[in-house]
């Protein structure tokens, strides 16, 4: 078993306050979740791919906004 594995089957622990785990506990209901945790760990799994997929704008993209803007006369 690689390294990356055993790291991927270590848990740890994370506290969040009990109304929101109860309106998690409400949302999961009837779905495939069988825990707030693997809830949890599913929905932050997919906030950073998303993250790690965006791709930040370029030197040119940011000259091309501001071009806009200062011909639309909201920058000068």
């Known amino acids: 078993m690689t ?3 055993k790291e991927e089957r270590k ?4 506290s ?5 785990f109860k309106k ?3 949302r999961i209901k009837d779905t495939g979740f069988t825990s ?3 809830y949890v ?4 799994r997919e906030i950073i ?10 030197e040119e ?7 806009r803007l200062r011909a639309l006369g909201y920058i000068d």
């Open 3 to 5: 390294k990356e594995k």
């Open 49 to 58: 791919t998303e993250e790690e997929e965006e791709e930040p704008f370029s």
């Open 16 to 20: 969040i306050p009990t109304p929101l």
């Open 61 to 67: 993209d940011k000259e091309r906004v501001k071009e």
């Open 24 to 26: 998690v506990e409400q």
């Open 36 to 38: 707030v945790s693997s």
């Open 11 to 14: 848990f740890t622990t994370v």
């Open 41 to 44: 760990a599913y929905v932050l």
